[in-house]
Each structure stands twice: as structure tokens, then as C-alpha cells.
């Protein structure tokens, strides 16, 4: 059995983060562990301990993260391991229970993660709640199906300069789509603007676009110069692209699509309706590789259900299943109003995983009903059940964190 508890010190806090970093080679560094600090406070670090030695770590950033129709705190899961010598003994159920109520107790109720693998994360109730994936486009196929009458100006600015400039456009993200967490100043200057070392001779380019006197989208991406038997053979990695409106994004992706020498255009993360598919003459060239993207944990059913809003209409009795969370067990009735206990018959029966599922309205219950992730008490609940969570657009978090 292990202890758990979060860290105290800045010295726990290094050796939890050890957990993780011992899969990427060596011990986090001095500086490593400061950053890490300035978004993640030590009692936000869970770690196990045998025998009062360290043997893995569990993080959770205090997030904002939008939902259908709002937001909601949302406890951020990151930088969870478990060191090899550990593994296999109960470390990371330790943890995984001890964060949950930690994030109940605060009132955190959804916690969301980006899986290193799909199969760890179910057994404590988290499930795939959004999909997301990569394309890898060949410039000759960039052409868009309809002509683009350009509006805005683009223009670089420095990784210094940038965070101000971004932001609103994030913020207008949040503001449109769920599955989004909102990235404070520390996030900006730390993680999303920061030059690490080993890019300062080929740092990552920040572009904004300005429309009507705004910044209405930008661009954040790297490129990869190559030249192959006498053209250019360079690849574009493109880390963020996001516009405010339709006009915007098409106009950012047109120019990225079109700076000179690139061979293949690179982005990963893009959810299914991004609009670069629509806008694309011959979006099959993009290879579009689609996968399970971020994963979503109802911590407080009551909470989380009443916290996001419903385009639909009417109401439908759960029965919520939750061995570790026993707080959330029991029947809940849902309706545009929010959720309350029933004590009414049962209409579905699922497991908390599968509410997470469903939640951001990505993945349909008449979907997790195709997936044995449900019982169907009585019939026509799961077209009900769809009627009232769907949302659109889908969810979207550009950042693995
Ligand atoms: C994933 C990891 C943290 C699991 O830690 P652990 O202490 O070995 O896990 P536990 O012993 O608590 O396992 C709990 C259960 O999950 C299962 N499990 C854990 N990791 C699993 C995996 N990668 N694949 C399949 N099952 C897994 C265990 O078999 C066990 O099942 P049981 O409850 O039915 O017996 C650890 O393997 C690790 O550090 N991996 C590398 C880093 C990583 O991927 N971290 C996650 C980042 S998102």
C-alpha cells in the first residue's frame, strides 16, 4: 500500500514530477520544476509514497474549461507516472482517488485529461468526450473549392509581444466551442510563447491577421526547411490556427497554405468540423487521422450537468453508476433546467465514464448505445437523451497539456 498525499515542498514536488519524467529520460531540471510551479501549486501535485520515498505523481492544473453553453472549473489532470520499479501496484488508483476527492472537496466538478493511452483512464470514470486529429497536406493540394477575396493584413510579431495579441482570440474560442481551458498569464508567457533552448535558431513564427482594426485570428507555427534534388522540400508545422469568424480562419489558413517552399503542411489536434475541411477543394489530400482527443471525468453529476446549458428540450432519468465518486451514484433527472435527484424510474442506466462521454455532445448516446456503453431501460430515452445534450460546434482543446 501507498501513502498519498499532495506534495508539500518544492522538493516533492520534483520527485513527483520524477514520476513522468522518468519515461522521458532523466530527472526533471532545476528550471523544469520552477515553471512547472508557477502553474501547477504544490498542493496540486499528488504523489505516492513507499516508505516515505517518492515512486510517482499526479497533477492537476486549476483550470477554467468552457462547456456547452458556460464554464466550469475543471481540474486539469497532467504529468501522471508512476516510476518502473512501482508499476502494476496500486500507485496510480492511489492517486487517481485521492485527486478526485480533492477536486470534489473544491468544487471542481469535471476533470478533463489527454491520455498517453486509451486504456488507463476508463477504470476511474473518465471517457473519451472529444475527438481531434492530424493532417499532413501536400501543398499542391492546397487550393480552396471557392475563391477567397481577402480582407485582412497579416504580419509577424515577436513570441514577447504575442500573448496580449492572442488572447482575445482564445478567449472568442472558449467563447464558441467547449473542451476549451483558459490560459492565464503565467500559461502565455510559460508554455505558449516561451523559446525553449533548443528552438532559438529556428523559433516557432507567431502571425496575427487583422481585420476591421482586431486581431481576428492568428497562427503559431515552425517550419522545417528542407531542399530535396533541386526544389524545395520543406514541411510547415502549424502548432495553432484559429480565427474568430469564418472569414478569419479561412484567411489565416490561406496564409499559411501559401507561404513559398513548402513541400507538405503539417497540423495535429483539429477537431472533426474544423472549417479547413469545407474550405479545402479536395479535403481527402488532407489524410485526416482521427482519434480519441480530450477525455472528460464528471466529478460532481449535479454540479456538472447543471452547469452547461442545453439546446434541446425535454428530460431524461439516469441512473449514474460511480464505484469511486459514490457521491454521484443514485438517479438523476435532466432537463434544460439542469439536474436534480429522482426518485422516478430509471429511463438509462450508464456508467460515469459514459456521461463523460457525452457530455461536451461530441460522442451521441444513440453512439455509446452502438458501443454497449449503456442500458436502455426504457425505449426512445437515448433519442431523448440526444435531443437534449447535442451541441454544436464540437468540442475543441488545441493544446495537449
Ligand atoms: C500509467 C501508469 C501511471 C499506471 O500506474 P500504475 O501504478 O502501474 O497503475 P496501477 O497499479 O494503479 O493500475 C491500476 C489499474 O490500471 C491498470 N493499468 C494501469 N496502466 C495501464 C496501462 N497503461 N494499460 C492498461 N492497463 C493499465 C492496471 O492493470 C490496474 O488494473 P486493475 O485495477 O484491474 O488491477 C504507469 O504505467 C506509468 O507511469 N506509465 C507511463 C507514463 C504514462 O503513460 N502516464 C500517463 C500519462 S497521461
Given at each position: 500500500m501507498f501513502e498519498v498525499r499532495p506534495t508539500t515542498d518544492r522538493d516533492e514536488f520534483a520527485r513527483a514530477l520524477y514520476g513522468i519524467q522518468q519515461y522521458f529520460g532523466g530527472p526533471p531540471t532545476e528550471e523544469q520544476v520552477d515553471r512547472f510551479n508557477q502553474f501547477l501549486p504544490l498542493d496540486r501535485m499528488h504523489a505516492a509514497f513507499e516508505e516515505g520515498a517518492i515512486v510517482g505523481g499526479a497533477g492537476a492544473f486549476p483550470f477554467e474549461m468552457s462547456v456547452p453553453g458556460g464554464e466550469l472549473r475543471c481540474g486539469g489532470v497532467t504529468v501522471v507516472g508512476v516510476y518502473p520499479t512501482h508499476r502494476r501496484r496500486g500507485a496510480l488508483r492511489g492517486m487517481m482517488d485521492a485527486q478526485l476527492r480533492d477536486m470534489h472537496e473544491r468544487g471542481e466538478a469535471i476533470a478533463a485529461l489527454w491520455a498517453s493511452e486509451e486504456t488507463i483512464y476508463g477504470r476511474y470514470g473518465y471517457g473519451i468526450a472529444s475527438w481531434g486529429g492530424d493532417i499532413v497536406l501536400p501543398r499542391e493540394w492546397a487550393s480552396f473549392a471557392q475563391p477567397l477575396e481577402r480582407r485582412g493584413r497579416t504580419r509577424f510579431v515577436a513570441p514577447d509581444e504575442a500573448a496580449p495579441l492572442l488572447q482575445p482570440v482564445w478567449e472568442e474560442l472558449m467563447r464558441q466551442r467547449p473542451g476549451t481551458f483558459r490560459r492565464t498569464e503565467a500559461w502565455w508567457r510559460l508554455r505558449t510563447t516561451r523559446v525553449p533552448e533548443p528552438d532559438k535558431d529556428n523559433p516557432a513564427r507567431y502571425v496575427v491577421l487583422e481585420l476591421d482594426g482586431e486581431v481576428q485570428a492568428y497562427a503559431i507555427f515552425k517550419g522545417d526547411v528542407k531542399f530535396g534534388r533541386g526544389a524545395p522540400e520543406s514541411t510547415l508545422n502549424v502548432r495553432e490556427a484559429i480565427g474568430t469568424t469564418p472569414q478569419a480562419t479561412a484567411e489565416i489558413w490561406r496564409f499559411l497554405l501559401d507561404i513559398d517552399w513548402q513541400a507538405t503542411i503539417k497540423a495535429s489536434l483539429l477537431p472533426p468540423d474544423h472549417p479547413l475541411f469545407l474550405l479545402l477543394a479536395n479535403p481527402r489530400r488532407t489524410d485526416y487521422r482521427f482519434a480519441d482527443a480530450l477525455w472528460l471525468r464528471v466529478v460532481d453529476v449535479g454540479a456538472a450537468l447543471s452547469g452547461r446549458a442545453y439546446a434541446g428540450v425535454g428530460s431524461v432519468v439516469f441512473d449514474?453508476?460511480?464505484?469511486?465518486?459514490?457521491?454521484?451514484?443514485?438517479?438523476?433527472?435532466?432537463?434544460?433546467?439542469?439536474?436534480?435527484?429522482?426518485?422516478?424510474?430509471a429511463e438509462i442506466a450508464l456508467d460515469v465514464a459514459t456521461l463523460g462521454s457525452a457530455y461536451f455532445g461530441a460522442t451521441s448516446f444513440a453512439q455509446l448505445r452502438g458501443g454497449l456503453r449503456l442500458e436502455e431501460i426504457s425505449q426512445g430515452a437515448v433519442e431523448r437523451a440526444d435531443a437534449l445534450f447535442a451541441w454544436r460546434p464540437l468540442p475543441w482543446c488545441p493544446e495537449i497539456f
Open positions: 449514474v453508476r460511480d464505484a469511486m465518486c459514490p457521491w454521484n451514484e443514485g438517479r438523476w433527472r435532466v432537463s434544460p433546467d439542469g439536474a436534480a435527484r429522482t426518485d422516478d424510474e
